[in-house]
């Protein structure tokens, strides 16, 4: 596996086995139950807070400087703040966490002991 497999994995997340198959539920970032090629199980996959302890550590750590620099910058109120920041971390979420959980869930596929 190279790092782009695994990006284009990422980016559109599919079963870890076959690559074809779904791997989330539709609007949802849950895994399906079983995969409809292979007929893999999936919904064993329990990724827990990863992802979510993940993008909390990616976007504190990106955000909160923007927002000290636009700021300093622009002297903007204190409620357009909220509201742009809050658009801003909404929609990077939308975006990333389904692609941190799916390279976790596979990580797990990847690693997990043969049995
Ligand atoms: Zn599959």
Redesign the pocket.
């Known amino acids: 596996m190279s790092f782009f497999e695994d990006l284009r994995f990422c980016l559109k997340p599919r079963?870890p086995?076959?690559r074809?198959?779904r791997l989330f539920k539709q609007w949802s970032v849950d895994p399906v139950e079983e995969?409809d090629?292979?007929h893999?199980r999936l919904g064993d996959n329990d990724v827990g807070d990863g992802a979510s302890v993940f993008m909390i550590f990616l976007l504190g750590a990106t955000i909160v400087p923007m927002a000290l620099i636009v700021d300093h910058f622009f002297n903007i109120p204190l409620w357009v703040h909220a509201i742009l920041w809050g658009c801003v971390m909404l929609g990077l979420i939308i975006v990333i966490l389904p692609a941190v959980k799916a390279y976790i869930i596979l990580l797990n596929h990847r690693h997990r002991s043969k049995k």
Do not use: E, P
């Open positions: 079963c086995a076959c074809q198959g995969c090629v292979c893999m």
